[in-house]
């Protein structure tokens, strides 16, 4: 079988983001034939319909990319009870202009981490509604919000025992609904 490439778009742009750690440690978690690439989205201008006829080489790069993938797994944060700018920006771009987006169909995911009891639930529902609009088939189950504490990621990007457990279930689910929709 053919290798299935999924776009990992991460809605945080800092250095040491902990939706940027998830990415690292769902990869690993990824079967041999499943390839995770995070998606780059940190140099993208903001989004303006004016500009739709001449887009950017960044942006031709970020529809390009999610163009060649079979599925999306979007890791973000929670800024202010939503998603974050960048996020959004990235997502207008590659839906645009009208009729040539480049996710719809693509089956998707969505999961988060954060420093809050609460995870990332507002933030994601946000985002599920946006990728309804999209037209891109959404893992119900199970949802992943996730809390960042003392221990959770190991030198080497991995997670602890127990989170492993949960996210390679997440994984296993996640690579079987690509499988269906492609």
Do not use: C
């Amino acid at each position: 079988m053919a290798q299935i490439k999924i776009a990992v778009v991460v809605g945080s742009i800092r250095k040491d983001s902990f939706n940027k750690k998830l990415a690292v440690a769902l990869a690993k978690l990824a079967p041999s034939d499943v390839l995770l690439e995070q998606v780059r989205i940190d140099d993208l201008p903001q989004y303006n319909q004016d500009d739709d006829g001449a887009p950017t080489a960044e942006i031709t790069r970020l529809r390009n990319h999610i163009s060649s993938a079979q599925g999306v797994i979007f890791l973000t944060p929670e800024y202010n009870r939503s998603i974050p700018g960048v996020l959004k920006n990235a997502i207008d771009h590659a839906s645009r202009p009208w009729g040539k987006s480049v996710w719809k169909g693509k089956p998707a995911a969505v999961a988060g981490i954060t420093v809050s009891p609460m995870g990332t639930s507002m933030a994601q529902q946000h985002l599920r509604n946006i990728l309804s609009y999209l037209d891109m088939p959404t893992l119900g189950q199970p949802e992943i919000f996730l809390t960042v504490k003392e221990g959770f990621f190991n030198e080497d990007g991995s997670v602890n025992e127990g989170s492993q457990k949960f996210l390679q279930g997440f994984m296993d689910t996640y690579v079987a609904w690509v499988r269906k929709h492609i």
